[in-house]
């Protein structure tokens, strides 16, 4: 029979199967197994899921195909990342954590405004770390390496310690890691060949103290450092591989967490208290020497643009549960954050064939202020042996704040801004779950989500920003957007318990859809695009076929639609980025070797379907329509852990994403393709 998956995602454990919500879990097991240090090791195991891809750490990760745009700029994400119980980025990219010694990671999918506020709109994304254990030392050690096809070498290592320090009292649980992937591209203007290397190094620790009267701490600790030496598009008229660059488009990405757990638990439920302190540095570089002109000069033929972010972000959250018995269970929580987020835009020119140093033409330093304080329940009644009810709200009260300073240090000038955005209201939830013989469950729910909007600060001087808001433009202002979601479910647990199938009909109504686009000078700005809809049906299914033998099916088909357009933008076009159809599938075949030695055979394969890139009917750039595949053979005794990973078996060369430097947009054509046939292997040994 297959196990049953207990989640705390909805903030008090709960059976997956028993939740009147679209869920996906994968378990420490499914992890290992699957070889996961990243979301592309396990996508096909996650339904609904899909990433752009600039590269590590430059990604967004989307889910149920409700996307405000492919690039990232000044919109709170629709997904809400979670490191356990802490939201990790606000309108940053996905920082890309390193999987591993994980207990589980849990997706949510829908609206979670009610449970966790803005910037949830599609769902939830979160990674569930392992606790220190109080009563055993323990620990254990991965090494690995693959070989790419044309392509640079890569390695990983990982170790994990866990040390009672005073036995069922205190204990610490540390990881350290660093994977380095080789680079598969060359560039024919800089004579470099696997010019995209990048290299992740990190780690965790944690402490949990058990404290008198069921009183228990957990203090945490978090950093990673990703580095990437250029970016992984290519020009395809160039040849396989291959692009022609003036400069090397170098990449980072820096995380840092500290995170207090306060949690009590007694007879009249648990009081958990999370108070952390994230800080997230993100810093990108693009070749801008076609848009020179653009800002004032002609007679450099280099010319590069950086923008370093900072991202310091304060966050508690309070939540009371209710025991997990009786006809009512509820939840009330108080959350309040604090986030200080300060980005540069430098366009900077030089001549290659001089020594004069590169001069600025274009620069701004902004500064956003944002804050959120909020109140949430939620209830569950159950009204029969069989019929439960499910409500909820949220209150919140949000600010924004913004200064910025744009100039021309070579003309002097200037153009100063500041201003806030207050903004307030209700998050609601409603669900109907009824309980079929069998073990079977039919839901029915409706959530909404939401977003603040914020201001535009950014473009040539000189430019102005268009007033009137029935004229299409550049406006200053761009308002808040909201997405109701209405769902009709079903888990249903067959064969005796060998076949789970869950499986949603699901409707969203998206209105004043904000969304991240490009001006002609490479800026970004962020606009309304209008009112949406995404009419879709989703499924999951995991089936014991023997033994010995099982496999996991999931699949999205889906139509997302821009059904009334705001000026500038026309109406009846798909949502950009994100694909009409997704299908993943594993299978794995596992049984007793000799000697204490068990064998598993697994193969993995996702197909991702077509998609576009803007909201411009002309302009589509259409990306997708490709499979990615994967095989593995591993070996696994108690202690020893053996696994080869052969990835792209075909050497595909899909596109996965057409787009990779703004100031080349709609100028030349990108395509990001597929990491060549890559083998890996990976040893790993536990004590």
């Known amino acids: 029979m297959l196990q049953e998956v207990v989640i705390n995602a909805t903030k008090r454990a709960a059976v997956v199967d028993q939740l009147p919500y679209a869920v996906s879990a994968l378990n420490q097991q499914a992890l290992r197994s699957a070889g996961a240090t990243d979301i592309d090791d396990v996508a096909a195991?996650?339904?609904?899921?899909?990433?752009?891809?600039?590269?590590?750490?430059?990604?967004?990760?989307?889910?149920?195909?409700?996307?405000?745009?492919?690039?990232?700029?000044?919109?709170?994400?629709?997904?809400?990342?979670?490191?356990?119980?802490?939201?990790?980025?606000?309108?940053?990219?996905?920082?890309?954590?390193?999987?591993?010694?994980l207990d589980a990671i849990e997706v949510l999918r829908g609206p979670q405004g009610t449970l966790y506020g803005g910037g949830t709109m599609s769902g939830i994304y979160r990674i569930v770390t392992r606790r220190p254990e109080l009563d055993e030392m323990s620990g254990s050690i991965r090494i690995g390496?693959?070989?790419?096809?044309?392509?640079?070498?890569?390695?990983?290592?990982?170790?994990?310690?866990?040390?009672?320090?005073?036995?069922?009292?205190?204990?610490?649980?540390?990881?350290?890691?660093?994977?380095?992937?080789?680079?598969?591209?060359?560039?024919?203007?800089?004579?470099?060949?696997?010019?995209?290397?990048?290299?992740?190094?990190?780690?965790?620790?944690?402490?949990?103290?058990?404290?008198?009267?069921?009183?228990?701490?957990t203090t945490?600790?978090?950093?990673?450092?990703?580095?990437?030496?250029?970016?992984?598009?290519?020009?395809?008229?160039?040849?396989?591989?291959?692009?022609?660059?003036?400069?090397?488009?170098?990449?980072?990405?820096d995380f840092w967490q500290a995170v207090e757990t306060i949690e009590k638990a007694a007879a009249w439920g648990k009081v958990r208290s999370t108070t952390s302190f994230v800080r997230h540095q993100f810093a990108t570089r693009s070749d801008a020497t076609n848009a020179l002109p653009l800002f004032g000069t002609s007679i450099y033929n280099v010319g590069s643009y950086d923008e370093p972010s900072n991202i310091d972000m304060v966050v508690e959250d309070l939540v009371w549960t209710s025991p997990s018995v009786g006809r009512l269970q509820w939840l009330g929580g108080l959350f309040g954050s604090v986030t200080r987020q300060c980005t540069?835009?430098?366009?900077?020119a030089n001549d290659p064939g001089s020594n004069l140093p590169g001069l600025t033409f274009y620069q701004e330093h902004r500064t956003d202020n944002l804050s959120e304080a909020a109140a949430y329940g939620e209830a569950t009644l159950s009204l029969t042996a069989n019929l439960q009810a499910t409500v909820g709200a949220r209150a919140f009260f949000n600010t924004v704040h913004t200064v910025s300073d744009v100039s021309n240090p070579q003309t002097q000038d200037q153009r100063l801004f500041q201003g806030t955005n207050p903004a307030s209201g209700v998050s609601p939830k409603l669900a109907m779950s009824y309980r079929l013989p069998g073990d079977q469950l039919v839901y029915l729910s409706v959530e909404e989500g939401h977003r603040t909007g914020g201001f535009n600060t950014g473009g040539v001087l000189g430019s102005t920003f268009q007033t009137?808001?029935?004229?299409?433009?550049?406006?200053?202002?761009?308002?808040?957007?909201?997405?109701?979601n209405y769902e009709l479910g079903a888990k249903l647990n067959l064969l005796g318990g060998r076949l789970r199938l869950r499986s949603a009909l699901f409707y969203n109504s998206w209105s004043n859809i904000q969304t991240d686009q490009f001006l002609q000078s490479g800026l970004s700005y962020t606009t309304n695009a209008g009112d949406g809809r995404n009419i879709g049906f989703e499924t999951e299914a995991e089936m014991r076929l023997t033994r010995y033998w099982s496999i996991k099916a999931n699949a999205m088909v889906d139509q997302p639609l821009l059904t009334h357009a705001a000026p500038g933008f026309v109406s009846n076009v798909n949502l950009p980025g994100v694909p009409d159809l997704l299908i993943g599938m594993r299978t794995e075949y596992e049984r007793p070797l000799w000697g204490g030695l068990k064998g598993l055979l697994s193969a993995d394969a996702r197909y991702v379907g077509r998609s576009q890139l803007t909201f411009n009917p002309a302009i589509t750039a259409p990306m997708g329509g490709y499979v990615l595949a994967r095989l593995s053979a591993q070996v696994v005794s108690d202690r020893w852990h053996l696994a080869v990973f052969l990835s792209n078996p075909t050497n595909e060369t899909?596109?996965?994403?057409?787009?990779?430097?703004?100031?080349n947009f709609q100028q030349v054509r990108e395509v990001t393709p597929q990491r060549p046939r890559s083998l890996r292997v990976i040893l790993s040994m536990d004590f």
């Open 145 to 217: 390496g693959a070989l790419t096809l044309d392509g640079g070498a890569s390695d990983q290592e990982e170790g994990v310690i866990n040390l009672p320090l005073i036995r069922d009292r205190l204990a610490i649980r540390a990881m350290a890691y660093q994977d380095s992937d080789g680079g598969y591209i060359s560039d024919l203007n800089l004579h470099q060949s696997n010019i995209d290397r990048s290299v992740r190094t990190g780690g965790r620790a944690a402490i949990l103290a058990d404290l008198d009267s069921g009183w228990t701490s």
């Open 468 to 484: 009137n808001p029935s004229l299409p433009g550049v406006h200053r202002q761009f308002g808040a957007d909201e997405l109701w």
């Open 344 to 348: 540069d835009a430098i366009i900077r």
């Open 220 to 253: 945490g600790l978090a950093f990673q450092a990703i580095r990437s030496n250029d970016t992984q598009y290519i020009s395809p008229s160039l040849g396989r591989l291959r692009r022609a660059n003036m400069v090397r488009e170098a990449s980072s990405n």
């Open 654 to 663: 899909g596109n996965t994403f057409s787009y990779g430097n703004p100031f």
């Open 45 to 101: 195991q996650l339904a609904s899921l899909s990433t752009t891809n600039l590269g590590p750490g430059r990604n967004k990760i989307l889910l149920r195909g409700l996307s405000d745009g492919a690039f990232t700029g000044r919109t709170q994400s629709t997904v809400g990342l979670y490191l356990d119980d802490v939201p990790i980025t606000y309108n940053a990219p996905d920082p890309d954590l390193h999987l591993g010694d």
